[in-house]
């Protein structure tokens, strides 16, 4: 190869075996999804052959419990994988990383249920984690109603989660830590998928809205949110002792990471390719070009150190407490800000290349637009570890 056209990196530890493996399957499976990508975008969906060949590669139980039929990764062994599938198509990636964040509850729930949802089921079990429903406590359970967006990957879903307010005669009940918040999971042949999700990016996720008249759900589909602040109860067939919201973010910065990544990738070619109208030099050769490039890999070489080191640390002490939290909250946040600002100097140097939707620019541009919008890449999050970090008050997620 052309020295000129190779794509050059900084250097970086090899990854271990577990890591290996899982980005050889990632690019297994690849032909698969590079061969239905504008299909996705179009329909705003996952083709089926797309997730038969997540399913069956292993992906959408990648991290639950051997016990419940996973693979129970990693948690850097899943970042990786999650890193791969969005530089192929990051509605893939993203879709894969919210059935690893909500398979979370699988330690949380009792074990008949958690083998009923992910080992006696082929589709996924995704849903809302926005509290946009009511749930009445009832004799052996609740009753639920209400409308929940972004249920990304629906279209597969066997069962989706619906996270509601805690009520007394519907009015929701609140406590000193604010309100009563509880995740339940619905039968997705009971729930009705309303077509809403036009949107700019993440097309191919199926992000749609779902709602739910009202139906009783059992206490054994349910988790508190005062439980999932705390490690999953230790049992035999426990995955991770990670708490649920210590182990979000690991889910979605990667994804940030990946369509970055791709977006830089795709610069690269084109910067060689392409001489200015009037021009007589490449882009490449152009002083101002490779300042900014070069800012973009450090910003974002750096985010992603940051982040491997908070999985880390997470893994090694098996738990977070606040200092830990924090470091996973600010990570994951630096990582939302490096990547949208690498994707955005890609597309601005690259010219009129990026706006035509041939462009992989132009994808990258609208994905990391709608990736950085969940909670755990916010920019709130260093509002909030600062106050923390400054002794102001205790972390909180949002104020």
Known sequence: MNDRLKRYRLPEAAPTAEQREWLDRVDQIAPVVEAHREAAERDRRMPGEVYAALRDAGF????VSRAFGGAQVSLTAGMYALEALARLDASVSWQIGVQGAIGRLSDYLPEETSRELFQDCEGFAVGGVKPSGLAEPVDGGYLLRGEWAMGSGSAHADWMVCTALVCEDWQPVRTPAGPDIVMLYVPASEVLIEDTWYTVGLRGTGSNHFRVEERFVSEAYAVRKGRMVQAPPERASRAYPIGYFDFGP?????VALGVAQDALDAFYTTAHAKTPASGTRTLAANHVVQERFARAEAALYSARLLLFEAA?????SGTAGDDLSSLVRLASATVGEAATAAVEAAYTLAGTTSMYATSRLERAF??????????????????TVGAYLLGEHPLVMRR
């Open 60 to 63: 959408t139980r990648m991290w």
């Open 312 to 316: 880390r640390q997470v893994e090694e």
């Open 366 to 383: 609208r994905d990391i637009n709608a990736v950085t919008k969940h909670i755990a890449l916010s920019y709130s999050h260093f509002e």
């Open 250 to 254: 690991f889910s979605t910065a990667p």
